[in-house]
């Protein structure tokens, strides 16, 4: 009898443990999704004000002008209004879409992509750093960023709706501390920074700007 109880509480504490990883991947995931939401209906937003102002000065030319903007989708048009919510990054040799949020301590990462707020903004002149995390329990994030190659095509979506597009052209393996990664120059760049060998080294990919929309 005694043997059939512990056997019963071992097994139900088996899969209590089991059940905790695929609780915080749920979550992590549904967070990570309510965010890409909100942001795309921000998007969304924006552009029909744009519209509505355009229509105003010019009715019959400026509508016409407005369209040429990049457009949206409705399932990528949601989340910027939301928060420190500044983008969406996509990368389609990865399969990955996540949110970008403005700042890259423990608490931001842990739903998105982070934006290192002393480096160059999205599509702005200089070098935009953004960093995440090799996969946690929320999501996979930058878990496999090592895949990416030369060539590689790397897109984001800022607050207004623009889309910028930019080509890795590089990788390197650095210190945790080595500040050099977030160096500024006159040329718009993109860096995507994770972790490397358990954490004690950091995975750098650079990339350069191709197009705007």
Not at 83 to 106: C, F, H, R, T
């Amino acid at each position: 009898m005694i043997r059939k109880i512990l056997a019963a509480v071992l097994i139900t504490a088996g899969l209590a443990a089991m059940s905790v990883p695929l609780f915080y991947h749920f979550y992590g995931n549904q967070k990570t999704n309510e965010l890409i939401e909100q942001f795309e209906q921000s998007v969304e937003q924006e552009h029909m004000e744009d519209d509505e102002k355009e229509e105003e000065k010019e009715r019959k030319n400026e509508t016409e002008a407005a369209d040429t903007k990049a457009p949206i989708n409705e399932a990528d048009a949601a989340l910027l209004s939301s928060g420190n919510v500044i983008g969406l990054i996509e990368i389609e040799a990865l399969d990955l879409k996540y949110p970008v949020v403005e700042g890259a301590d423990s608490k931001q990462l842990a739903y998105g992509i982070g934006h290192i707020s002393d480096t160059a903004a999205i599509g702005s002149i200089g070098n935009c750093v953004l960093a995440g995390h090799r996969g946690s329990r929320y999501g996979t994030y930058f878990k496999y960023l090592n895949r990416l190659s030369e060539g590689d095509m790397v897109k984001i979506t800022d607050k207004e709706g623009n889309v910028h597009q930019y080509e890795v052209v590089s990788w390197e393996v650095v210190g945790p501390y080595d500040n050099s990664v977030k160096a500024q120059g006159e040329e718009t760049e993109l860096t995507l920074l994770t972790c490397e060998n358990s954490g004690t080294m950091r995975l750098i990919y650079h990339c350069i700007y191709m197009e705007g929309e």
